[in-house]
């Protein structure tokens, strides 16, 4: 048995896949740690200076990132309860009586497998010129007007596509959640004469905790860090109001040139995403039960 | 319930499905109208079904030339992460101490961080690495496949590891007095166990990779190196106005990923369900 792990052995297994890893994870990350402490325009040519915490100071007086933090969180807030409860009707649907069930899920999960980047230019037309063809048609022009040249619409705009496509995946794993109580609880809980509602909220609820804790986390991680629809949809427009944080960074960076200050925002950007993921899945695990 | 009853929810639910659907749907109708025809009634079907705007719109992205790339790159990538990921997942369980240990919670705690925090640096390292020692890393498929294999690395080596941790020790134990050596062990009797772990790396590899934006449009830049999702991008950025044709072009971005799904739904679902819960 010995022969089978030697330390030669263990290193020819290892060493592929951690060296690519650490040049491909590790290295940039420390790296950019490094490049967050300078000022620097990104040309090879051009000296970097040392600007000390300066970087970081100067994200909490930055109008446009400030916005967009807003815009974040506004944007994940809605998509979240959005998602959320439409994939747990969903769920409840897929895993009913009903002989369309299994259709149902097929068809529902779908969106999830086209990439944000295409789901987005799908819905620029639906949204945009589709909307303001339909209402100069039909005459209901408050409702069918191109969302997208509304600050207010576009982000709603945005949680909308962001729902469509996620709340397939997401209604997935409420579905393995629902599928694995107990069938006698469920029949205990109908002899005892629970009614639906009160079977889904004393019963259900209670032993499904955590799907919600799985759901919840990859619904927050996934909006915070939401970038391929925000392009192809409104590309942060109409005048910024949907620009939201991973736009904003990858524009510092690469339209505006500040490589060094939009570094720091990507540091800080990571600080805000761990801690919010990781004080999030403590809060919810706190509240699973056992079957 | 009453039979009635039930024909009317099931036909409400196939309703609210194909409703729910109904953005392919305009995008395909539309994908067949002349520009006058498409905003005189963007609901209806096209008075013909021609395919004059499939043949421009796939000519314009270099349609059949960014398919051929983008499969070249998700096999490829997905080959290797699978490969190595296992290899290297199977060797920490097997020989479980401290070191292995501190690997892990690396491998896990990096699956944090965002891919915006370390695109910069990541080009800097890779323009680095092309300048300083030859090798070329940006704008070529090879480049781009060793960016998927080490950000793919964290997530299959915590699937495979949860998984090999449930396989007994014991036939790799009786194979390796029959005389196999540690990597006829691994390759002929432990990869073969782990095949439902590969089937969901697989799974969640490709629709991860598939539809990548960001990441090729930063280490990609000449024409002939374009994935689907950059020629898209390409393709939009010159044709906005001209809807029709964006319509035609999407349809044939859409297709491969529908074949894929029709092909191996079960999997996909199977899949899916078991990454995320893990």
Known sequence: ?291 | MKKGWKIALNSALLAFCLLYLFPIYIIVVNSFKNRAELYESILALPSKWGFEYYQTALEKMDFLNALKNSLVITVASIGLIVLFSSMTAWMLVRSANRLSNAIFMVLVATMLIPFQTIMMPLMQEMSWIKNSLGIPMVNTHGGLIFMYVGFGASMAVFLYHGFVKTVPRSLEESATIDGCTTFGVFWRIVFPILKPVTVTVIILDVIWIWNDYLLPSLTLASKANRTIPLSTAAFFGQFTIQWNLAMAGLTLTIIPVIAFYLAAQKHIIKGVAAGAVK
Not at chain 1, 244 to 252: H, Q, S, V
Not at chain 1, 281 to 289: C, L, Q, Y
């Open chain 1, 1 to 291: 048995m010995k022969r089978l792990t030697s330390p030669s052995w263990y290193a020819l297994f290892t060493a592929p896949l951690l060296s690519v890893f650490a040049l491909v994870v590790l290295v940039p990350f420390f790296m950019g740690i490094g490049y967050s402490f300078v000022t620097w325009d990104g040309l090879p040519l051009n000296p970097m200076e040392f600007a000390g915490f300066g970087n970081y100071a100067a994200l909490f007086s930055d109008g446009r990132f400030l916005d967009s933090a807003k815009h974040t969180m506004l944007f994940t807030a809605l998509a979240i309860a959005l998602i959320n409860a439409l994939a747990l009707a969903f769920a409840l649907v897929a895993t009913s009586k009903l002989k369309t069930r299994n259709i149902a899920r097929t068809m529902l999960f779908m969106p999830y497998l086209i990439g944000g980047l295409i789901l987005g230019y799908i819905w620029k037309f639906i949204l945009g010129d589709a909307f303001k063809a339909i209402g100069e048609a039909t005459g209901l022009t408050s409702i069918f007007f191109n969302w997208l040249l509304d600050p207010t619409f576009a982000l709603l705009a945005t949680v909308a596509v962001t729902t469509w496509q996620m709340a397939g995946y997401i209604m997935i794993i409420y579905i393995t959640g629902i599928q694995s109580i107990p069938e006698e609880v469920l029949e205990a809980a109908q002899v005892d004469g629970a009614g639906f509602w009160r079977t889904l909220f004393q019963i259900k609820f209670p032993l499904i905790m955590q799907s919600f804790t799985i759901c919840l986390f990859l619904t927050l991680s996934n909006c915070f860090k939401i970038f391929d629809v925000n392009l192809s949809l409104t590309a942060g427009g109409p005048y910024l109001a949907t620009e939201m944080f991973a736009m904003n960074i990858y524009n510092e960076i690469f339209s505006l040139s500040n490589f060094g200050y939009g570094q720091a925002k990507a540091v800080f950007f990571f600080i805000i995403v761990a801690g919010f993921t990781l004080a999030q899945v403590a809060a919810t695990k706190k509240r699973e039960v056992e079957a």
